[in-house]
């Protein structure tokens, strides 16, 4: 089977007619996990058909609402669909602060299976997770409030690396050297990009330029500001640094 991401959201923390907040869906053998979950992910995930019963694990890149605030919704849903196999959350630790209380008071002990929380320092390059498949590893980023990246290493060294919510920054280029598909955020266009420094956000040039530096095979790129109607702008800026460049579409499937 080709391992795949499938966009469930790639709009930025203002969501517009256009874009969802961050969300994806990565299917690798026989698991699928989930990187962020912004509000609406659930409503993509049902409204696309996509299975939850491999749904194994979840990735958040930090707590900005745009990252996180569909999670109780999420886990409320699986509840109701019976869900009994346990769903394991890995996060910096004040989420599970800020969730089990919400947890109990909506599910309580009609939860109908367990949320495991696993707890990431977003500073550390490190391994979270591995299996006989996939191991998973942490990318540290730039941003205002601690934030990772993610960097899935299947079997047979097909990579995929997931950029969050970050400034430029050059210090990632070895960590995802030569990964076969890059998705890292661009929030502007360079018209706006002196509030990259301000938002602590990257233009999808810049996003290119670390594409380029790192040599990946193909770069995808989301985060979109509302600010920007026409993506084809960010699509355009990105291409005249890095021809392989895709915009993460919503509702569409990139295989690896
Ligand atoms: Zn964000
Ligand atoms: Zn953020």
């Given at each position: 089977?080709?391992?795949?991401?499938?966009?469930?959201?790639?709009?930025?923390?203002?969501?517009?007619?256009?874009?969802?907040?961050?969300?994806?869906?990565?299917?690798?053998?026989?698991?699928?996990?989930?990187?962020?979950?912004?509000?609406?992910?659930?409503?993509?995930?049902?409204?696309?058909?996509?299975?939850?019963?491999?749904?194994?694990?979840?990735?958040?890149?930090?707590?900005?609402?745009?990252?996180?605030?569909?999670?109780?919704?999420?886990?409320?849903?699986?509840?109701?669909?019976?869900?009994?196999?346990?769903?394991?959350?890995?996060?910096?630790?004040?989420?599970?602060?800020?969730?089990?209380?919400?947890?109990?008071?909506?599910?309580?002990?009609?939860?109908?299976?367990?949320?495991?929380?696993?707890?990431?320092?977003?500073?550390?390059?490190?391994?979270?997770?591995?299996?006989?498949?996939?191991?998973?590893?942490?990318?540290?980023?730039?941003?205002?409030?601690?934030?990772?990246?993610?960097?899935?290493?299947?079997?047979?060294?097909?990579?995929?690396?997931?950029?969050?919510d970050t400034m430029y920054s050059?210090?990632?280029?070895?960590?995802?050297?030569?990964?076969?598909?890059?998705?890292?955020?661009?929030?502007?266009?360079?018209?706006?990009?002196?509030?990259?420094?301000?938002?602590?956000?990257?233009?999808?040039?810049?996003?290119?330029?670390?594409?380029?530096?790192?040599?990946?095979?193909?770069?995808?790129?989301?985060?979109?500001?509302?600010?920007?109607?026409?993506?084809?702008?960010?699509?355009?800026?990105?291409?005249?640094?890095?021809?392989?460049?895709?915009?993460?579409?919503?509702?569409?499937?990139?295989?690896?």
């Open positions: 089977m080709t391992d795949s991401v499938t966009i469930l959201g790639s709009g930025s923390a203002l969501p517009t007619f256009q874009n969802s907040p961050s969300g994806q869906m990565l299917s690798l053998n026989d698991k699928s996990f989930l990187i962020d979950c912004g509000e609406g992910v659930q409503l993509t995930i049902r409204q696309m058909g996509l299975k939850t019963n491999r749904l194994y694990c979840v990735f958040i890149s930090h707590l900005h609402g745009d990252h996180c605030f569909g999670l109780i919704g999420l886990l409320s849903t699986l509840s109701m669909m019976n869900r009994t196999q346990p769903l394991h959350i890995y996060a910096h630790a004040d989420l599970e602060k800020l969730l089990r209380p919400l947890i109990d008071y909506h599910c309580g002990d009609m939860m109908s299976f367990e949320v495991i929380f696993h707890h990431i320092n977003p500073r550390k390059q490190i391994v979270i997770f591995e299996d006989r498949n996939v191991t998973v590893e942490t990318i540290p980023l730039k941003h205002k409030v601690p934030t990772c990246g993610f960097l899935f290493t299947m079997k047979g060294q097909r990579r995929y690396a997931y950029i969050s050059p210090k990632i280029v070895p960590m995802i050297s030569g990964v076969d598909l890059l998705y890292h955020e661009a929030t502007y266009t360079d018209e706006h990009d002196a509030r990259c420094k301000t938002t602590t956000h990257s233009t999808a040039r810049q996003a290119a330029m670390i594409a380029r530096d790192a040599e990946v095979k193909n770069l995808l790129i989301g985060h979109f500001s509302a600010r920007v109607d026409d993506h084809e702008l960010f699509l355009n800026e990105a291409q005249e640094v890095f021809p392989n460049t895709r915009l993460a579409e919503e509702r569409k499937t990139f295989e690896f």
